[in-house]
């Protein structure tokens, strides 16, 4: 199994600019996980997808943060318009909803300029 | 507001040292705690605890949860310079997962 998959791996951006991140979650798991990590505020969750439904998103930090998920193999989080303060290393995780153990990707580290 | 509070937030020892993280946790509806190892990439699953006074052991290390004094710790023993990393633990609670800021341990030869 390739595990949980993230593109891009790295991302340098100008402030302003439209962030998009995306995510392929193992086959067959049907709850996906976005979460950011900074050093200041360490890993936190953003947003929570079960059977593709969004069931949480109390984390996301503001109405710059959008996260899709049109089907059981992809999601995507876009940060638009993007800001400085939206430098992070952006990971994706996905579980098997039974199972508790969650999966995380590579991860994306954004730079905003 | 649930919370993971982890002690120490850094520890430096030398390779043969056993280390014991700590873990405290707030949060609602608690269902699991898990702890996970994160090098240089993405956090790796070490462990996951549902009940109190069951240890978890996987070669050198081991975990145990407390459900009532709502704390968890994990163990190493005879460390080595490959157990450097940062340790996250993290409370699972209904559909919520809530991750401390992690232990830096840093293992020298």
């Known amino acids: 199994d390739a595990g949980v998959i993230q593109s891009p791996r790295h991302e340098v951006t100008e402030m302003g600019q439209e962030v998009t991140l995306r995510c392929k979650p193992i086959?067959?798991?049907?709850?996906l996980f976005w979460y950011r990590q900074t050093m200041m505020r360490g890993l936190e969750l953003l947003i929570y997808?079960?059977?593709?439904?969004?069931?949480?998103d109390s984390g996301m930090p503001e109405d710059r943060f959008s996260a899709k998920m049109p089907n059981a193999s992809f999601s995507t989080l876009k940060i638009q318009p993007s800001e400085p303060r939206d430098s992070a290393v952006y990971f994706c995780?996905?579980?098997?909803?039974?199972?508790?153990?969650?999966?995380f990707g590579p991860g994306t580290r954004l730079l905003v300029l | 507001e649930d919370k993971v509070v982890q002690s120490p937030l850094s520890l430096v020892v030398h390779e043969g040292d056993t280390v014991t993280l700590n873990c405290s946790y707030e949060?609602?509806?608690?269902?699991?705690l898990l702890w996970y190892k994160q090098e240089k990439k993405a956090p790796t699953f070490l462990f996951m605890l549902?009940?109190?006074?069951i240890e978890k052991k996987s070669g050198r290390l081991s975990s145990i949860l407390d459900k009532k004094e709502l704390f968890s710790i994990l163990n190493i023993t005879a460390t080595q310079t490959g157990d450097s990393a940062i340790y996250l633990c993290a409370g699972r609670g209904g559909q919520n997962f809530v991750f401390g800021p992690g232990t830096r341990l840093s293992v020298l030869p």
């Open positions: 086959s067959g798991h049907n709850s």
């Open positions: 995780a996905s579980r098997l909803d039974r199972k508790e153990t969650q999966y």
């Open positions: 949060v609602t509806n608690f269902r699991s």
């Open positions: 997808f079960n059977n593709n439904v969004p069931i949480d």
């Open positions: 549902t009940s109190s006074g």
